[in-house]
T-cell receptor, first 113, second 118 residues
Framework: RKEVEQDPGPFNVPEGATVAFNCTYS??????FFWYRQDCRKEPKLLMS???SGNEDGRFTAQLNRASQYISLLIRDSKLSDSATYLC??????????????FGTGTLLAVQP | GAVVSQHPSRVICKSGTSVKIECRSL??????MFWYRQFPKQSLMLMAT?????????EQGVEKDKFLINHASLTLSTLTVTSAHPEDSSFYIC??????????????FGPGTRLTVT
């Protein structure tokens, strides 16, 4: 089983649509969760952290379900500029001071005009 | 703030040569930097953790003698791909943690280096 699993997509949605991405992780000891966005041939950029109580940033809402080890990202009112690959990222507890991040393979979103 | 640069952004080299990639934290000090590799349509895979002033920690399956890492200062880590072969062609990305801000797990990424070995 992969440490972080995502549906690779692609998700093709029209502008203005609402789209949701899901992610599951295998290590129950993980404590930090993120969604990153990666544009084609570019580096990943932090979109938002995911908190236990759920959090919202404009059109983006992230949810965490620790019991099910499940993370979600909801994008409302999709824009053309939202087209990218969305990476689910989870920390891997490894002891000591260094915390590693484990990346999912990403979900490709294509917003159509 | 929290800007990480990489150089070069793109490099093409012949098989058997060595390539050095630099990763710099421009506006913060980074005691820890990370080196990732990403093949097409795949996820970022952590290769090694670079610690300032000490040896790097390599992930399982990554050859430390092939991928030499030096983290000699708080703002610079280098990755040298020695005796590069075509299968080493990939997108190499570094990241750094800024412990003065944000989550201790949050990493800031450089723009990546696209290596092509012919």
């Amino acid at each position: 089983r992969k440490e972080v699993e995502q549906d690779p997509g692609p998700f093709n949605v029209p502008e203005g649509a609402t789209v949701a991405f899901n992610c599951t992780y295998s290590n129950s000891a993980s404590q930090s969760f993120f969604w990153y966005r990666q544009d084609c041939r570019k580096e990943p950029k932090l979109l938002m952290s995911v908190y236990s109580s759920g959090n919202e940033d404009g059109r983006f809402t992230a949810q965490l379900n620790r019991a099910s080890q499940y993370i979600s990202l909801l994008i409302r009112d999709s824009k053309l500029s939202d087209s990218a690959t969305y990476l689910c990222v989870v920390n891997k507890p490894s002891g000591g001071a260094t915390n590693k991040l484990i990346f999912g393979t990403g979900t490709l979103l294509a917003v159509q005009p | 703030g929290a800007v990480v640069s990489q150089h070069p952004s793109r490099v093409i080299c012949k098989s058997g040569t060595s390539v050095k990639i630099e990763c710099r934290s421009l506006d913060f000090q980074a005691t820890t930097m990370f080196w990732y590799r990403q093949f097409p349509k795949q996820s970022l895979m952590l290769m090694a953790t670079s610690n300032e002033g000490s040896k790097a920690t390599y992930e399982q399956g990554v050859e430390k003698d092939k991928f030499l890492i030096n983290h000699a200062s708080l703002t610079l880590s280098t990755l040298t791909v020695t005796s590069a072969h075509p299968e080493d062609s990939s997108f190499y990305i570094c990241s750094a943690r800024d412990l003065s801000r944000g989550s201790p797990y949050e990493q800031y990424f450089g723009p990546g280096t696209r290596l092509t070995v012919t």
